[in-house]
């Protein structure tokens, strides 16, 4: 399937438009690569064809969503914001939660779920009588990882990414030939679909994770998202973003707090 720059042009459009996402020049190759099964299935001939049906498809629209964003996810991605997490950011929020306070994190662009479930984790280690009382919420753009995520099952290759034997062991049992999260983790995780243009109405968070997904957006579309994060936080909530992204954030509402080794932000005023 051969793309032509003006067909190109109003697919980059069409993506921004839709999740926010820069398709960036050069980058016609992977939309070849990625769209030329659905241009096959739904025969429609070609690239120009497929972006005349989306207008009325919304169908076809999530699939051509799914094709073109990535789900690259570990568990324990880059470990550090995990074990800040441990040591500085959430002793805190767990002696609130010894008073009986919910305390609530956000997985932002969850994919299929390692990040929350590797947060849970995290707690039932070192809180184990207080993981009813801590509730994860992953989020993904994309339907379908996040009903992988919901399942909980991942493969020999998937647990090999950042999983130590000792946390496979405690908190995963064999099932069918993969392994998959035990029921008193998964409990303390939801998932759903979110497109982070949009305001997210849930609990307020405390701590928000949304790490290695602004990058794919323009500055002025990182503003907004992370505006609309803000508001879904409370007062003084903890967002963690990735390495590359950390010029991206807005002062205000939020404010870098340094630790060793990582950068974090903080939400300075109430929403």
């Known amino acids: ?26 980058k016609s190759y992977l939309a070849e690569s990625r769209l030329a099964s659905i241009v096959d299935q739904h ?4 690239l120009a064809g497929l972006l005349r049906r989306l207008p ?11 094709a073109l964003t990535t789900n690259e996810t570990s568990f324990f991605r880059d470990h550090r914001p995990f074990t800040l997490l441990r040591t500085e950011i959430l002793p805190p929020l767990m002696e609130r939660a010894q008073q009986g306070n919910e305390v609530a994190i956000w997985s932002a662009a969850c994919s299929t779920g390692q990040e929350a479930y590797s947060v849970a984790m995290v707690v039932r280690e070192e809180w184990p009588s207080l993981t009813d009382k801590v509730r994860i919420v992953g989020t993904d753009l994309n339907p379908e990882v996040v009903d992988r995520a919901k399942q909980g099952r991942y493969s020999q290759i998937e647990v090999n990414r950042g999983l130590a034997p000792d946390l496979l062991g405690r908190h995963f049992r064999r099932v069918d030939g993969q392994y998959e999260v035990v029921r008193d983790v998964q409990r303390m995780v939801s998932f759903r679909p979110h497109n982070l243009l949009d305001g997210y109405y849930g609990p307020p968070f405390d701590v928000v994770l949304c790490r290695n997904v602004l990058i794919y957006s323009a500055l002025p579309t990182r503003h907004r998202i992370l505006q609309r994060i803000a508001r879904a936080m409370r ?29 974090v932000f903080r939400l300075q005023d109430a929403r």
């Open 43 to 46: 025969r429609l001939g070609d």
């Open 235 to 263: 007062p003084q909530g903890w967002l963690m973003v990735g390495t590359s992204e950390h010029g991206s954030v807005p002062v205000p509402p939020f404010r870098s707090v340094m630790f060793p080794g990582i950068q």
């Open 56 to 66: 009325s498809d919304r169908g076809l629209e999530q699939e051509v969503i799914n």
């Open 1 to 26: 399937m051969l793309i032509r720059p003006a067909d190109f042009d109003r697919l980059r459009a069409f993506l921004e438009s839709r999740t926010g996402i820069q398709l960036e020049d050069g």
